[in-house]
Structure formats: structure tokens, C-alpha cells
């Protein structure tokens, strides 16, 4: 298996929902991360995990929660959003740490649309 | 947050001619990726370099990572209708704390004309 799942594919909410975005690879990767992009603009990092344990946190607004069950699974909740959130929310993962094995693998992606 | 200067920033180019883009920045980078993006999905893994002057091909695509390891180019050679899409750089560095992270350049939009 070499690919990096997402569900769901399109989630759309309202300000006072809570959801969670999933993401799962089987490729034994040990650093998995959560990307946000914006139309037309390049992914922007948003958490990074390494060996299950959060390792960079790129100043995320708390409505944001990150979470590592295994080191297959990562999750992302969503609690309080704003609709300047709504964005297509990219999941990858890479072997880590070492540097010529650190090439990510993204997923499909989340179509998050916030009302 | 940070970007690398990606160009063109876009191109509509005629089925069968070759492409070339380049990726610069003020900042030396370990390693270089390229990945292509199709609209509503994630990027997808190209070519990646690890090595200042390393030439990489994959098909009809072949990457360099520049001598002063501040730069990198793709090129594709006669292009194809599916080529269509966003070509994004990536430049990887080692943080302090021995994490790794990508810093994305701007993305060449590609349009072939059939």
C-alpha cells in the first residue's frame, strides 16, 4: 500500500460544528503532516508529527487540534471555525528522519467549506 | 510564510513542445522536489534531488539541482495534453530541532494546447 487516504473528501460546516478530518497511511512512514492551501496558492504547513509526537506546531489557531492516535492514523479537529478556514486540507506523510528518506506522499485532500 | 520564487508563473504552450521552469531562492536547500498538481487533489511526487548538481529524469521529465544549491529546474519534454496542471517546487531543510520541513515555491500553472 503506497498511498495516503483522507476522509471525508468534502465536509462542509458551520461555525459552531465540531468535526474532524482523518487521515491513514500503511506505508510505515513515521512523520506524518497537515497542510492547509488556499486556491491558487501553494500548501502551507500547518503541524507536523514525528514518531507520534507533535514536533511543529506553525503558529495554528487553537480551533485547530491535531491528534496522533498510532502512527498510521492522524486526525485533525475543527471546532469554532471561521469561514476565511474553508480551504482544501492536504495530509502527507514521509519515512523521517532520515534526510534521502524524507520525501512526502501526499493525500487526496479535504474540500473544507465553512458557512 | 516563507516561498520560493517559482517561473514562469504560468504557460500555455502547444502539445508536443518542451517546457522548462525554474525554482530560486536566497537560501541553501539539502534537497529539491517537484511535485504536479491536478485541480481538487493532492500534489503528487515527481522528482526529488538530493545532491548540488545531481540530473534526475523520470520520462519525458528531467530535474537539476542547481551548484549553489539555491536553485532547480524542470523541464518536460514533448508535452502531452495530461500535463496540464500545477508544477509546484519544494526545497527541504533541517530545523534545529532535526525535523524536516518543505518550504513550497509559487507553482507554474501548465495549459497545453491540443
Known amino acids: 500500500d503506497t498511498e495516503v487516504t483522507q476522509t471525508p473528501k468534502h465536509l462542509v460546516m458551520g461555525m459552531t460544528n465540531k468535526k474532524s478530518l482523518k487521515c491513514e497511511q500503511h506505508?510505515?512512514?513515521?512523520?506524518m503532516y497537515w497542510y492547509k492551501q488556499k486556491a491558487k496558492k501553494p500548501p502551507e504547513l500547518m503541524f507536523v508529527?514525528?514518531?507520534?509526537?507533535?514536533?511543529i506546531n506553525e503558529s495554528v489557531p487553537s480551533r485547530f487540534s491535531p491528534e496522533c492516535p498510532n502512527s498510521s492514523l492522524l486526525n485533525l479537529h475543527l471546532h469554532a471555525l471561521q469561514p476565511e478556514d474553508s480551504a482544501l486540507y492536504l495530509c502527507?506523510?514521509?519515512?523521517?528522519?532520515?534526510?534521502?528518506?524524507?520525501?512526502?506522499?501526499f493525500g487526496p485532500g479535504t474540500r473544507l467549506t465553512v458557512l | 510564510g516563507q516561498q520560493l520564487n517559482q517561473s514562469p508563473q504560468s504557460m500555455f504552450i502547444q502539445e508536443g513542445e518542451d517546457v522548462s521552469m525554474n525554482c530560486t531562492s536566497s537560501?541553501?536547500?539539502?534537497?529539491w522536489l517537484w511535485y504536479k498538481q491536478d485541480p481538487g487533489e493532492g500534489p503528487v511526487l515527481l522528482i526529488a534531488?538530493?545532491?548540488?548538481?545531481e540530473l534526475t529524469s523520470n520520462g519525458r521529465l528531467t530535474a537539476q539541482f542547481g551548484i549553489t544549491r539555491k536553485d532547480s529546474f524542470l523541464n518536460i519534454s514533448a508535452s502531452i495534453p495530461s500535463d496540464v496542471g500545477i508544477y509546484f517546487c519544494?526545497?527541504?531543510?533541517?530545523?534545529?530541532?532535526?525535523?524536516?520541513?518543505?518550504?513550497f515555491g509559487t507553482g507554474t500553472r501548465l495549459k497545453v494546447l491540443a
Open positions: 519544494a526545497g527541504q531543510n533541517t530545523l534545529t530541532s532535526g525535523t524536516y520541513k518543505y518550504i
Open positions: 534531488l538530493y545532491k548540488a548538481g
Open positions: 508529527y514525528s514518531y507520534e509526537k507533535l514536533s
Open positions: 502527507a506523510s514521509s519515512q523521517d528522519p532520515l534526510p534521502s528518506a524524507n520525501e512526502q506522499f
Open positions: 537560501s541553501i536547500f539539502n534537497t
Open positions: 506505508m510505515g512512514h513515521r512523520a
